[in-house]
């Protein structure tokens, strides 16, 4: 799915509402809208100047809309959705929150999961390996992925008042522009690159 502007992000977490984690309905007990605002609000007050975690936050189970059933790929649709429009680190905390699933519970296993996420996490690759272990905390981004993925597994309280949809859409309005701003930048420093790349002197044969 293209996402053109904050506009068309807005309108597919208004839909959000009575779409659900399984298409049965026999998953979390939260629709997608309550568990964005309640996982968003989590890390508001968590993290309150990190705009760009709060975000993820809200659209990281976008996925099982864009395509219900997909456990084990909502992440990553959802991360290919968000990232033209909300930039490379909310795309990849979005994709890193069922990572961190699995990093927990393989470092914390008495942690407790939901019943749908404990049902999932086989699906999406079970406990990690050492090796996978290793891996995922040298990544810069680990920490907040772990994070997020806390405030996913608090945000699915059933009549919590979390706010409104609409509330989020000058926060989305901010990351959107800064994303574009470092877009915009990064696609001058290739050009140059290039530029620099085909400057030649005289051809010495």
């Given at each position: 799915?293209?996402?053109?502007?904050?506009?068309?992000?807005?309108?597919?977490?208004?839909?959000?509402?009575?779409?659900w984690?399984?298409?049965?309905?026999?998953?979390?007990?939260?629709?997608?809208?309550?568990?964005?605002?309640?996982?968003?609000?989590?890390?508001?007050?968590e993290?309150?100047?990190?705009?760009?975690?709060?975000?993820?936050?809200?659209?990281?189970d976008?996925g099982?809309?864009?395509?219900?059933?997909?456990d084990?790929?909502?992440?990553?649709?959802?991360?290919?959705?968000?990232?033209?429009?909300?930039?490379d680190?909310?795309?990849?905390?979005?994709?890193l929150?069922?990572?961190?699933?699995?990093?927990?519970?393989?470092?914390?296993p008495?942690?407790?999961?939901?019943?749908?996420?404990?049902?999932t996490?086989?699906?999406?690759?079970g406990?990690?390996?050492?090796?996978?272990?290793?891996?995922?905390e040298?990544d810069?981004?680990?920490?907040?992925?772990?994070?997020?993925?806390?405030?996913?597994?608090?945000?699915?309280?059933?009549?919590?008042?979390?706010?409104?949809?609409?509330?989020?859409r000058t926060?989305?309005?901010?990351?959107?522009s800064?994303?574009?701003?470092?877009?915009?930048?990064?696609?001058?420093?290739?050009e140059?690159?290039?530029?620099?790349?085909?400057?030649?002197?005289?051809?010495?044969?």
């Amino acid at each position: 799915m293209e996402l053109r502007g904050v506009d068309d992000l807005m309108d597919l977490l208004h839909a959000c509402r009575g779409a659900w984690d399984t298409p049965d309905r026999s998953g979390d007990p939260v629709d997608l809208h309550d568990h964005g605002l309640q996982t968003a609000a989590l890390l508001r007050r968590e993290r309150p100047s990190d705009k760009e975690l709060q975000v993820a936050g809200l659209v990281h189970d976008i996925g099982h809309l864009l395509r219900p059933g997909d456990d084990a790929g909502h992440a990553d649709h959802a991360a290919e959705a968000v990232r033209p429009l909300l930039g490379d680190r909310v795309a990849r905390l979005v994709l890193l929150h069922v990572a961190a699933k699995r990093y927990l519970a393989t470092t914390s296993p008495g942690r407790g999961l939901s019943p749908q996420s404990a049902l999932t996490l086989g699906a999406q690759g079970g406990a990690m390996s050492p090796r996978e272990v290793a891996a995922f905390e040298r990544d810069p981004l680990a920490e907040d992925a772990v994070t997020l993925r806390q405030a996913d597994d608090a945000g699915k309280v059933v009549g919590l008042d979390a706010g409104v949809m609409e509330d989020w859409r000058t926060v989305l309005e901010l990351v959107a522009s800064r994303a574009a701003r470092l877009d915009a930048v990064d696609r001058r420093g290739v050009e140059r690159g290039g530029e620099r790349a085909g400057t030649r002197g005289p051809d010495p044969s």
